[in-house]
T-cell receptor, first 114, second 112 residues
Framework: DQQVKQNSPSLSVQEGRISILNCDYT??????FLWYKKYPAEGPTFLISISSIKDKNEDGRFTVFLNKSAKHLSLHIVPSQPGDSAVYFC?????????????FGQGTRLTINP | EADIYQTPRYLVIGTGKKITLECSQTMGHDKMYWYQQDPGMELHLIHY???????EKGDLSSESTVSRIRTEHFPLTLESARPSHTSQYLC???????????FGPGTRLLVL
C-alpha cells in the first residue's frame, strides 16, 4: 500500500519553460512534505519543504504547492534549466515523538531539453 | 547543509561474504537512517536510530543489522551477502525535531 505516489515516471520540458512535478498521498496524518533531487550515483539532495499549515512555499526558482483537501502537492520549477535534469522524489512525514520517518514516492525523472 | 559520508561508494562482492557499509556525519545530528533503493523505485527505510545505543527496524524488512555506539557513526552490516542484497544503500541524518534529512552519496552494492 503506497502512501506517497508520483504517477509520472518521467517528464520532458523545454529549457526556460515551467516544469511541474506532481505527488499524491493517502495518509491524512502526513503534515510535512519535502522534495528531493537525485542525480545518478549520488544521494538525494534536499530542495524545498512545506508544512501542512501552509499551501505554498517558494525558494528561488522552486515553489511547492499543497492542496490538503485533494491530498496533492506539486513542485514548480521556473525557469527550467539543463542542470535541473534529475530524478525528483517527494516525501511525507507525520510529525510526532521520536525519529522523523519519511515516506518517499517512486520518483519522477525530469529531462530538460535545450 | 549536513556533511555525511559513506564508504565504500561501490562494492562488488561474492555470495556469503560479510560486509560493513560505513556512514559518518559531522553535524552532531542525533537521528540517523538507512534506506535501500532499487532503480526506478522509492527509497525504503530499513533502519533508524534516535541516538546513541538506540536502533530500530524500518518499514522494509532487511537481513542487515546496525549499531550506534557513537553519535557520528552508524554502520550497517550484512553477515552473509546474497545476490538479493544487490541495491543502493543510502544513509541520512537529521537533527532534533526537524524533518529534513540529509543524505550521503550512497553505496552501490553488487553481490555476485
Amino acid at each position: 500500500d503506497q502512501q506517497v505516489k508520483q504517477n509520472s515516471p518521467s517528464l520532458s520540458v523545454q529549457e526556460g519553460r515551467i516544469s511541474i512535478l506532481n505527488c499524491d498521498y493517502t495518509n491524512s496524518m502526513f503534515d510535512y512534505f519535502l522534495w528531493y533531487k537525485k542525480y545518478p550515483a549520488e544521494g538525494p539532495t534536499f530542495l524545498i519543504s512545506i508544512s501542512s499549515i501552509k499551501d505554498k512555499n517558494e525558494d528561488g526558482r522552486f515553489t511547492v504547492f499543497l492542496n490538503k483537501s485533494a491530498k496533492h502537492l506539486s513542485l514548480h520549477i521556473v525557469p527550467s534549466q539543463p542542470g535541473d535534469s534529475a530524478v525528483y522524489f517527494c516525501a511525507a512525514s507525520a510529525r510526532g515523538q521520536g525519529a522523523q520517518k519519511l515516506v518517499f514516492g517512486q520518483g519522477t525523472r525530469l529531462t530538460i531539453n535545450p | 547543509e549536513a556533511d555525511i559520508y559513506q564508504t565504500p561508494r561501490y562494492l562488488v562482492i561474492g555470495t556469503g561474504k560479510k560486509i560493513t557499509l560505513e556512514c559518518s556525519q559531522t553535524m552532531g545530528h542525533d537521528k540517523m537512517y538507512w534506506y535501500q533503493q532499487d532503480p526506478g523505485m522509492e527509497l525504503h527505510l530499513i533502519h533508524y536510530s534516535y541516538g546513541v545505543n538506540s536502533t530500530e527496524k524500518g518499514d522494509l524488512s532487511s537481513e542487515s543489522t546496525v549499531s550506534r555506539i557513537r553519535t557520528e557513526h552508524f554502520p550497517l552490516t550484512l553477515e552473509s551477502a546474497r545476490p538479493s542484497h544487490t541495491s543502493q544503500y543510502l544513509c541520512a541524518s537529521s537533527a532534533g525535531t526537524v524533518e529534513t534529512q540529509y543524505f550521503g552519496p550512497g553505496t552501490r552494492l553488487l553481490v555476485l
